[in-house]
């Protein structure tokens, strides 16, 4: 598995430490197991946008290098349809 770049690391950390405030704020919780339960939960989103941050930004490189091969063709005519390419052979 590719290691995720620094951007993504960062954002990874900063949906943690974000999420960590707000749900201590919000719950009000003043226990450990409360505050670790939490953690955990912050942690998971983290590391769950990390991920999608990371498969996004594969899924983008992906569709660049599958452009079309020959960019001065893209401004010609278009491609003949399946059915009709068949007749245009004759």
């Excluded at 430490?17 to 939960?41: C, H, I, K, N, R």
Aim: glycine share 12%.
């Amino acid at each position: 598995m590719p290691r995720p770049s620094v951007a993504q690391a960062c954002l990874g950390s900063f949906t943690v430490v974000a999420t960590t405030v707000a749900l201590l704020a919000v719950s009000g919780a003043s226990g450990v197991l409360a505050v670790s339960v939490l953690v955990g939960f912050a942690l998971a989103l983290g590391t769950v946008v990390t991920l999608l941050s990371m498969s996004a930004a594969a899924a983008g490189a992906g569709a660049v290098e599958a452009g079309p091969a020959d960019p001065a063709g893209a401004a010609g005519p278009a491609p003949a349809a399946a059915g009709h390419a068949y007749a245009r052979q004759r």
